[in-house]
């Protein structure tokens, strides 16, 4: 059992930056990689960014290059620089882990919203 903490969102004028962080708790152990998800009202729920135990990252088209993951292992967090940030960035973002020792299983956190608008 994996808990999700999101905070950072917040509103932001187009071409600013936000920085979420994400707190794990619980059997944090059996995680084998943390990313991070956003929904739009009327859209699907799409991947941002993900990033394994491993360090290796993966980004969405949409935020390569604007966005970057990184992790805090003594911290057990994970964080989601984002830059240059574009009104179709609004959405809710939510953290997510995978992982377990027998197969995969998903958590996912409260959400947090980031609303880039001038």
């Given at each position: 059992?994996?808990?999700?903490?999101?905070?950072?969102?917040?509103l932001?004028?187009?071409?600013?930056?936000?920085?979420?962080?994400?707190?794990?708790?619980?059997?944090?152990?059996?995680?084998?990689?943390?990313?991070?998800?956003?929904?739009?009202?009327?859209?699907?729920?799409?991947?941002?960014?993900?990033i394994?135990?491993l360090?290796?990252?993966?980004?969405?088209?949409?935020?390569?290059?604007?966005?970057?993951?990184?992790?805090?292992?003594?911290?057990?967090?994970?964080?989601?620089?984002?830059?240059?940030?574009?009104?179709?960035?609004?959405?809710?973002?939510?953290?997510?882990?995978?992982?377990?020792?027998?197969?995969?299983?998903?958590?996912?956190?409260?959400?947090?919203?980031?609303?880039?608008?001038?």
């Amino acid at each position: 059992q994996v808990q999700l903490v999101e905070s950072g969102g917040g509103l932001v004028q187009p071409g600013g930056s936000l920085r979420l962080s994400c707190a794990a708790s619980g059997s944090i152990f059996n995680i084998n990689r943390m990313g991070w998800y956003r929904q739009a009202p009327g859209k699907q729920r799409e991947l941002v960014a993900t990033i394994t135990d491993l360090g290796s990252t993966n980004y969405a088209d949409s935020v390569k290059g604007r966005f970057a993951i990184s992790r805090d292992n003594a911290k057990n967090r994970v964080y989601l620089q984002m830059n240059s940030l574009k009104p179709e960035d609004t959405a809710v973002y939510y953290c997510n882990s995978r992982g377990g020792p027998n197969g995969l299983r998903d958590y996912w956190g409260q959400g947090t919203q980031v609303t880039v608008s001038s």
